[in-house]
C-alpha cells in the first residue's frame, strides 16, 4: 500500500489490526514513522452500508435455496 502527501509517496506498511467497539484501528509504518488509521461506523458511507446489507441477503438467500434443495 502508499500514501501519497504533499512531501512525496510513501510505502505504508500494515503491522496490526485491532477492532475495539465500533471502531477499527489499523497500527503500521508510512515510511519510517509509525502511524495509526482508526475508522468508525460514520466514516463508512451510507451505499456501502446498503451494499454490504444486500450482499448478505443474497447470500442467505443463495444458503437457503440450496439447503432447500439438498
Known sequence: MKVSSP???FP???D???VRRSRVTI???????PS????GAED???SA??????????A??????FRGSA
Open 16 to 18: 496490526r489490526i485491532e
Open 44 to 46: 463508512v458511507p451510507r
Open 36 to 39: 495509526e488509521i482508526e475508522v
Open 7 to 9: 512531501v512525496g509517496t
Open 60 to 65: 442467505v438467500l443463495v444458503v437457503w435455496r
Open 27 to 33: 497500527h503500521g509504518h508510512m515510511g519510517a514513522w
Open 12 to 14: 505504508y506498511k500494515v
Open 49 to 58: 452500508w446498503l451494499a454490504v446489507g444486500a450482499a448478505t441477503l443474497i
